[in-house]
Structure formats: structure tokens, C-alpha cells
């Protein structure tokens, strides 16, 4: 993280030139009006670029959002949605048919595990496998298959793929290789580097950060190359193809599902990643702070958090990374005392969500990954007495203070 970066955060949406007002405005119209019909018709045939006819595809709004977005990717455009998994769902579904197979990595949030189980309801096949071992994900290939798909640190084991390696395989096999951003965010990966075509980003953590506001984006590295694309739609083959993919999923995704983002939740997003940088240093601080002084506690069996020496990815997160963002997991000794100790916590706040401002905590096989069942979660090396943490910005030595008192 540079302070150029945090310059370029606090003016990147530019303000409202209109008014002089610093910020973006909320633009509520639903509905968007042209004085001849032929700039109407030039809108809809995608012939009149920058121009809004209605708000369920995007607003100026979400538009300003999904320029600042790209510019922290380095990419070629956004498409913003109501939610991260939202996103993630028009991804899928207007990229990926009946008869296609995705590769993923075994270790995924529990929700967008849920979905890879609704895309083989629909005929997707979905083989999930080590990412962290490049031979692993290349023996799962198949003719069919269309993308591979993974997280930059796994939500909440903490384990990160191979990411430079699954690139070099996608881009020699021809798959589009998606990225799940999130934890990381552009802040501290650019996955555009390791030859991710698309990248998700669940705005709702890492960059709006202050847990008011839902929101999801997909962004266009311009790393893949869409002509070769067998599921692109006749009517979206016309112009550049670089435009085809991002094109495709802001019409089926939005126009055709209707996941948008609301102009206020785009605002309020607009004004919290303003302090990404800063939020985004303090929470990795206080958590490698933390996270060191519970690996050495005698109550704790196991940490599992990037920066830590201990970490089986730790050179990887060093150099491809720099820090290891908020999120950690650590087992109990005694799991049975998991209720015990939760409840005497005093400051992490006992609730679902990640990268909130306030440190977040919640015990994960009875709740976020309860769905799936025991032996699915044994096959992700999830524990059954593991906690996951999003450390927020309260002080190192309050935390820690907090935490030997309730494992006392």
C-alpha cells in the first residue's frame, strides 16, 4: 500500500463538477430522458457511450463507482451489482451453459460454494481442487472446461493459490481465469498481474469497510481474449471484442436479473473506500499483531493467518501481497469451550460480515459453512472449533487484553 494510492483514492471520483460539491451525488432517477429519439435509439443499440436510459443497468452514480474501481484494478471496465454475490451469479450464469465445467479451488466462502452446487443443478459441471498445486488444477481440465476460479487468501481458511502459476496454465490452455479479490482488494493485489481476466470484488468488505452498504463489481483486466470465447451471444459479437465479456454480463446480469446497485449504496461505497489504504494497514497490523500473540497462547492449537511465519503460503503472501489483510481463523485446544469463550469476549462483536470497522467474530462449522455437513467441511480443512476473525480498528492491546481474559 503507497501513499500515492490513498492520493489517488480520496480524488478519484472527482466530485460534482456541476454544484462544486466534493462528493459524487446520489442520482435517484430511475428513468433517463434524451431530446431526439434518435439519441434514445443510439443508447440502446450501444451506440452513444457514457449515457444512461434506465437505472436497473447503472446510474451516473454507479457509473462513478465503477470508474474508480477500474482504475484500482487497472482494468478496462466495471460492471457494479447489489451485492457480491450477486456478481458472482451473473458471472456464472451469463458466462457459463449446460455442457461447461469450471475448476475451482476446494477451500471458497460457504455461500459461493452454495452456488457452484445451484450451477451443477443446471447442468455446469464444477470440479473443485487443490489451487495451491498448479498439476492438481491442470489434471481436472477437460474439453469443456471454460474457467477456473479462485480466491487471493480463501475465505476463511487464509490459504492462497497458486496465482502466477494457474495464470501461466489459463492463459496457455485458453480459460478465463477468475479472481475472487475481496479480502485482498486491489489495495494489495492487482490480480490482472497474474493474468486474471475478470476480478471479483465484494464491495461490501474490503473497500466500502464500514459494514452500511451491500455491494459487488466485476471488472475486465483486458487480459483475455474474447473472440476466442464460444459463449459470447451473436448480438454482443459486434465492435471490439475486448467489451464482449464485461458487455455480456452488464445485459444479462443487470438488465436481464436485475442484481443492480442502488445509486446510495454506490455513494456510500464511493466515500468509504476514500480510507482503504488507511483502514486497510491498522486492521493488518493490529491482526498480525494479534495473531501472533494467540499462536503462542497455550489455549490455542492452531492460527491460521498469512503473515505468520507458520503459514504453509507465508513467502507468497510476503511478495505477492505484502500484508495479510484482516482476516485470520484459529482453533481451540478444547473446542467444546468455543460457546464459553465467544461469549466472554467483551469487544469483537459476535455477528457475520468481514471487514467492518469493529472486529468481527463467529464460530464457523455451526453457522456460515453449517449447510454443507461435516465431511464437506473435513474435505476443506475446516475444523469444527474453528473461529473466524475480521479484525477491525480497535487498539492491538485492547484486543489482545480482550482475548486472554475470555480464554483465561
Known amino acids: 500500500m503507497s501513499d500515492a494510492l490513498s492520493t489517488r483514492l480520496v480524488h478519484a471520483a472527482g466530485g460534482d463538477r456541476q454544484s462544486g460539491g466534493v462528493h459524487v451525488p446520489v442520482h435517484p432517477s430511475v428513468q433517463y430522458a434524451y431530446e431526439n429519439v434518435e439519441d434514445l435509439i443510439g443508447v440502446f443499440q450501444g451506440k452513444v457511450k457514457g449515457s444512461f436510459n434506465y437505472a436497473r443497468q447503472g446510474t451516473p452514480t454507479t457509473a462513478a463507482l465503477e470508474a474508480v474501481i477500474t482504475e484500482l484494478e487497472g482494468g478496462t471496465g466495471t460492471v457494479s451489482f447489489a451485492t457480491g454475490m450477486a456478481a458472482l451469479s451473473a458471472l456464472f450464469l451469463t458466462l457459463l451453459k449446460a455442457g461447461d465445467h469450471l475448476v475451482t479451488s476446494a477451500r471458497v466462502f ?79 493485489c492487482q490480480p490482472r498481474r497474474f493474468g486474471a481476466g475478470l476480478v471479483m470484488n465484494s464491495l461490501t468488505k474490503t473497500l466500502a469497510g464500514h459494514g452500511e452498504a451491500l455491494g459487488g463489481a466485476i471488472t475486465d483486466t483486458g487480459c483475455f481474449d474474447w473472440s476466442s470465447y464460444p459463449n459470447i451471444f451473436s448480438a ?115 455477528a457475520t460480515g468481514l471487514a467492518d470497522t469493529r472486529t468481527l467474530i463467529i464460530p464457523v462449522a455451526p453457522t456460515i459453512f453449517w449447510e454443507m455437513g461435516r465431511e464437506a467441511r473435513a474435505a476443506m480443512g475446516i475444523a469444527e472449533g474453528l473461529v473466524r476473525l475480521s479484525v477491525g480498528l480497535e487498539a492491538a492491546e485492547d484486543l489482545i487484553a480482550d482475548f486472554d481474559q475470555a480464554l483465561a
Open 236 to 350: 454482443y459479437r459486434q465492435g471490439d471484442p475486448r467489451g464482449w465479456g464485461l458487455q455480456q454480463i452488464r445485459k444479462k446480469g443487470l438488465r436481464d436479473m436485475g442484481g443492480t446497485l442502488s445509486s446510495e449504496a454506490a455513494h456510500r461505497i464511493l466515500v468509504g473506500a476514500e480510507t482503504l489504504t488507511l483502514r486497510l494497514q491498522r486492521s493488518s497490523e493490529t491482526a498480525l499483531t494479534l495473531a501472533r500473540h494467540l499462536a503462542a497462547h497455550p489455549a490455542i492449537a492452531k492460527v491460521h493467518y498469512p503473515l505468520l511465519e507458520s503459514h504453509p503460503e507465508h513467502a507468497e503472501a510476503k511478495a505477492w501481497f505484502g500484508s495479510g489483510s484482516w482476516m485470520m481463523s484459529f482453533e481451540l485446544r478444547a473446542p467444546e469451550r468455543i460457546v464459553e469463550v465467544l461469549n466472554r469476549l467483551r469487544l469483537p462483536l459476535k
Open 110 to 188: 460457504g455461500n459461493t460454494n452454495s452456488l457452484f452446487q445451484t450451477l451443477e443443478g443446471l447442468g455446469i459441471a464444477v470440479s473443485r481442487v487443490d489451487a495451491g498445486d498448479v498439476a492438481a488444477v491442470q489434471a481436472a481440465l477437460r474439453p469443456e472446461t471454460r474457467m477456473v476460479f479462485v480466491e487471493t487468501i480463501a475465505n476463511p481458511s487464509t490459504r492462497i493459490p497458486e496465482l502466477e502459476g494457474l495464470g501461466t496454465l489459463c492463459r496457455e490452455h485458453g480459460l478465463l481465469y477468475v479472481v475472487d479479490n475481496t479480502v485482498t482488494s486491489p489495495a494489495l
